[in-house]
């Protein structure tokens, strides 16, 4: 090529590279639309549905109360059986020992007269200071049936002792008594049995005691 013909040569050249950055940018915008044409096409992913999540079922606990037990009434056989040992060993302390009823030092020849209750069939002890007549216990047991509770609950209250009613429904008849002469008193009468405590001094004290020991009884008789 001569030196005339240079500035043809620059011009083809200059056109050449213009035709290729030409071809190049079509290529690109190519290569783009397809990709957003395929990014158009693909399909959107379905959504994933959620296990629900179980809910706790709560543990169910039987509870049964239970069942009320009948206490039966057994009549005691003599007097050592009529107080829990430890009673026994605190009214020893006291200088009070079982004189009187089966089982004790005298049995029934200490009393001049059958007790009500004994003559109800029941048993009647005496715990007391020997040849001291300053304090004693009288309690008895004695069973109670159809046949005699009506006139067991009548002698009671020809008594004009106090009357009451426990929450489990037994009769009790009583005095509080004094520290001079009258005696402290407490009777309990259920459909089974006759508990009585005589607590000689008598007074708020005695008589508080009396329904302590005829609930000791009650525990010693009924099981």
Same mark, same amino acid.
């Given at each position: 090529m001569g030196v005339g013909g240079a500035p043809t040569d620059r011009l083809e050249a200059a056109l050449l590279r213009s035709i290729m950055i030409a071809q190049r940018l079509l290529a690109g915008t190519a290569a783009l639309v397809l990709i957003g044409g395929l990014s158009a096409c693909a399909p959107e992913p379905e959504p994933v549905a959620e *296990? +629900? %999540? +179980?809910e706790p079922t709560p543990t169910v606990v039987e %509870? %049964? *109360?239970p069942e009320p037990v009948d206490l039966a009434f057994t009549m005691p056989v003599d007097c050592t059986t009529i107080l829990p040992a430890a009673r026994v060993e605190a009214l020893a302390a006291q200088n009070l020992e079982l004189l =009187? =009823? +089966?089982g004790s030092v005298y049995g029934n020849e200490y /009393? /001049?007269?059958p007790t009500p209750e004994q003559l109800a069939g029941g048993i009647s002890c005496v715990f007391a200071q020997d040849g001291v007549d300053l304090s004693s216990l009288l309690i008895s047991v004695a069973p109670v $049936? +159809? $046949? @005699?509770?009506a006139r067991i609950i009548d002698d009671l209250t020809a008594q004009s002792l106090n009357e009451a009613t426990t929450d489990s429904g037994a009769l009790t008849y009583g005095q509080q008594g004094d520290e001079s002469l009258a005696p402290a008193i407490? @009777?309990?009468v259920t459909q089974e049995s006759w508990i009585s405590v005589i607590s000689s001094p008598g007074g708020p004290a005695f008589y508080e005691e009396a329904v302590v020991l005829a609930g000791e009884v009650a525990a010693q008789v009924y099981n």
């Open positions: *296990e +629900p %999540t +179980p %509870t %049964t *109360e =009187g =009823g +089966p /009393f /001049f007269d $049936s +159809p $046949s @005699n509770r407490y @009777n309990v």
